[in-house]
């Protein structure tokens, strides 16, 4: 696969800046996250390996991307693509809120807003609603007044605003049932400054390769769809990252990956069979060691020992920063590509380190938290694993004290998969 390289055929997006982001050359001594453009981009086009000719992707960057930073994903999405493909890496992305949306500021692709529109709330969010009218978000609706409130704010305002129906096909969550589906496609087709654009669901376990529940969420929802008279063409977009890898017949007009962007596994356990790359590293100094003797506990609540003569290391990341509590005594970095165990409880702004088998560390030296190596002990799977949890969470957690450094192109590997070109498409 060729580098990426920046897109010159229309002028480089850059969003709003973000308070965090950095070049990859400055505050080396600080804790922070590297964040791989051609990581993203190789997904991307692993994930478009897997969709037929003509199926559209939207990213999904909602949570500040997982925790990459939106700012610099977006712009990586945007701005950047190989030489097998037209234009931006992507043809949309989605967000969760309209606050998110905002954030972004303009974009050269459309953005879905995933929470739906209320009923009653234009007041209190007529400011956002406008701005996302004017910028053209897409935005959801779930329910027939909240259609006729936004119907009248774009009317006001002289712009047809794009929306969407998300339906309810299991998740109990936010989508509109479906016997109140006929209502809310008639609300919003009784709105001439509303233009129906797209239809979705959300699949609750599509990670599940064998659990049927997906196969009925899917029947459900062509039914519904087959049952509507829309007046023009919709986009139907359905699949998350597992719906992608798992589950072609999700796929529809297009699909939503999130996770599988920033190269985690749907299913939370990494495989060869879906070559993805992690995205994010990271990294802190190595503070200060210190020598203790055999005996010598350490930390609050003493629940470390020393079984021997030894050097820690204190590391300046903590629970404040998303390095988990749980991972007290439990979770390993690396120094100096050897691994280090936790010890002593984690803090809130520090965690203490056994140097017993990197006995060359010196302070000053790069300490990796979380490896962007999959199969590394210290990766996001195996601190998902300990702390019982997903690697979404793992991912989220890492906070705003963390500054995200963009790591740029570096020379490509041969084993990349090919991806036809495909031509945007407004969605």
Known sequence: MNRPQRIMTRPA???????????ATTRRGEAHVTISRDAIL??????????????????????????????????TLCNFSYDALEGP???????????????????????????????GSIRDQRQMLLSAVRTGRVLTVVSAPAAADLGRLAAALGRPAAVQIMIDTGHAREGAAPHDVPAVLAAVAAQPALRLAAVCTHL??????????????????????????????LV???????????????????????????????????????????????????????????????????????????????????YADGYMRCFSNRAVM????????VVGRVNMDYTTIDLHDVPDA????????????????????????????????????????????????????ADEPEAPAQRRQAV
């Open 236 to 318: 139907r977009h359905v699949a998350n990252s597992g719906g992608v890898f798992l589950h072609p017949e999700s796929h529809f007009d297009m699909v939503r990956p999130g996770i599988s962007i920033y190269g985690i596994d749907p299913t939370g356990r990494p495989t060869a069979a879906r070559p993805l790359r992690p995205a994010m590293k990271w990294t802190a100094p190595l503070l200060m060691t210190r020598r203790v003797s055999r005996g010598q506990s350490v930390g609050y609540n003493r629940t470390w020992v020393a079984p021997r003569d030894t050097t820690l290391g204190l590391v300046g990341v903590g």
């Open 204 to 233: 609750v376990s599509s990670e599940q390769p064998d659990d049927p529940f997906t196969a009925h969420q899917l029947a459900m929802f062509r039914r519904i769809i087959d049952n509507l008279a829309p007046a023009a063409p």
């Open 362 to 413: 010196v302070p000053g030296d790069q300490v990796t938290v979380m490896d962007s190596d999959p199969l590394s002990p210290a990766s996001v799977y195996a601190l998902a694993q300990l702390a019982d949890t997903i690697p979404y969470e793992i991912l989220c957690r890492i906070g705003p004290r963390m500054s995200r450094v963009v790591l740029e192109s570096q020379p490509a590997a």
């Open 89 to 119: 890496a992507v043809d949309a992305l989605a967000v969760a809120t309209l606050e998110e949306a905002d954030a972004l500021g303009p974009t050269p692709v459309p953005v879905h807003v995933l929470r739906p529109v209320e009923a």
């Open 42 to 75: 190789h997904n991307v086009k692993v994930i478009r390996s897997r969709l037929r000719p003509g199926t559209r992707l939207c990213a999904v960057v909602k949570a500040d991307a997982y925790g990459h930073d939106a700012h610099i994903v977006a712009d």
């Open 334 to 341: 690396i120094v100096r590509g050897r691994t280090a165990p």
């Open 13 to 23: 997006w850059t969003g709003r800046q973000g308070t965090g982001c950095m070049d």
